[in-house]
């Protein structure tokens, strides 16, 4: 299936009566392994072909789909069977095609992925284990050492004249590691991924995850306090998630957005921008046209703090009467395109915002370095308010004291990044969302 293949679709839906229409194409070619006791646990291999056609046809939408190329003919019937039982809408809009020349081209294939052979993939799979172990003696079991490569290509035409193809890889490594002290466990745990194999160090992974389960040993209750928190990179990323979804034009038209009616307000503190990107090299939400062909860009979302915008897609972005942003985003092809973000991460404003992590620690006189938090899937994307269990670092007078069990964090994610006075310098993507080490003041810490 290719670019031959999806015109050919696409002609077949609107000789049979489609007003408009559009094809996704996607192929993937996929490698998943997890290893346990230096040995493969788990090894799944694929390859995946499956196409979709999204008609319109008297303002309603049709959709069907199939991984058999030789449907195509039923394919195009079935969609638009389909319209004639959904309701019409207004709203329903295919994008445009626009010049070549406004299209950029972010680096997202590496050949060394593309030809990585299987053996090579469970030997770097393997290390990631191995590394943990030889990380700290105290680490004695591994819950899952994991890595996974793949090559797409993805190919979206429409008859407004789209006409778009991209190849991309990705590969990523991750690992839960045990650490065991008499009677006491902790766990630690460690991600990276990229388009680049050459920017995954499943060595680093390891050891990283191993070294946050040993630290927690010997951990502490606290007394509730309200004092400085350092955020881990990972845990600010984490909060940036939750922030993501109120980003969607879909959540804000459906009042469920935390930042619904809030365009050109102060949300944040004026020391941090927001920004979605799928322009940059190697990150895995980066690709040169969203999911309906459209262009994708550098846009800064929340700038000094105030808001400036939401992400889009075409249908909610001719609800708003704007252009889309370029972020339309399916999660195959077996389904429609919603909304949501490229890369999305946070910066600070200015470079006086921005210290090491070693001197974020010294600025601290009582509080906590939260390196896990348990419950984040309960904060509330709709209020904000959060409530969710920390565990980490105490840190008095600049220095690390002990480690720190069984406290609690809460408030509401809007005053939590209101309350950020300094970043980290170590921006780190956890997936397609990043961020650095955030330390925030004036938080509720309840032991």
Request: with cysteine; proline share 3%.
């Amino acid at each position: 299936m290719n670019t031959e293949f999806a015109l050919k679709l696409m002609e077949i839906a609107l000789s049979k009566g489609a007003d408009k229409a559009e094809v996704y194409v996607k192929t993937s070619k996929s490698l998943g392994i997890e290893v346990k006791e230096q040995k493969i646990d788990t090894l799944e291999s694929s390859i995946t072909m499956g196409y979709c056609i999204r008609v319109i046809k008297d303002n309603r939408l049709g959709f069907s789909y199939s991984t058999n190329p030789d449907e195509m003919n039923t394919v195009a019937e079935n969609a638009i069977e389909a319209s004639k039982y959904s309701e019409p809408d207004d709203y329903l809009e295919l994008p445009s095609a626009l010049q070549p020349s406004a299209i950029s081209q972010p680096l997202i294939f590496d050949n060394d992925i593309a030809s990585l052979s299987e053996s090579d993939a469970i030997n770097r799979t393997l290390l990631i284990e191995s590394s943990a172990f030889n990380g700290d003696n105290r680490i004695k079991k591994i819950r899952k050492a994991s890595g996974s490569f793949s090559t797409n290509n993805t190919y979206i035409v429409n008859s407004y004249g789209i006409n778009a193809h991209y190849q991309s890889t990705g590969c990523s490594a991750q690992l839960m590691a045990i650490a065991e002290e008499g009677s006491e466990s902790q766990l630690g745990w460690d991600y990276q991924g990229s388009r680049f194999l050459k920017d995954v160090s499943f060595e680093e992974v390891g050891r990283t995850a191993a070294r946050r389960a040993a630290q927690l040993l010997g951990a502490r209750k606290i007394n509730s306090i309200k004092g400085f928190v350092l955020l881990d990179n990972s845990v600010s990323t984490e909060f940036l998630g939750i922030l993501s979804s109120a980003l969607s034009s879909e959540s804000v038209q459906k009042k469920k957005s935390m930042l619904a009616g809030k365009k050109g307000d102060v949300v944040i503190s004026d020391r941090l921008n927001i920004i979605d990107s799928g322009l940059l090299d190697g990150k895995l939400g980066s690709k040169p046209v969203d999911d309906e062909g459209v262009p994708t860009s550098h846009k800064i979302l929340i700038g000094k703090g105030i808001l400036n915008g939401y992400l889009y897609n075409t249908y909610t972005a001719k609800k708003d009467g704007i252009a889309s942003t370029g972020n339309a985003v399916r999660g195959g092809f077996t389904g429609l395109p919603t909304v949501g973000p490229t890369n999305l991460y946070s910066e600070p404003t200015s470079a006086e915002y921005t210290k090491r992590f070693e001197n974020l620690v010294k600025d601290i006189n009582r509080g906590i370095y939260v390196i896990e938090t348990m419950g984040m899937h309960t904060a509330n994307p709709i209020s904000g308010e959060f409530s969710v269990g920390a565990s980490g670092l105490w840190i008095e007078n600049g220095e690390i004291k002990h480690p720190v069990k069984e406290a609690v964090i809460s408030g509401n994610i809007l005053d939590l990044f209101k309350k950020v006075v300094m970043v980290g310098d170590d921006l780190r993507f956890y997936g397609n969302i990043g961020a650095s080490s955030l330390l925030i003041e004036e938080i509720d810490i309840s032991g």
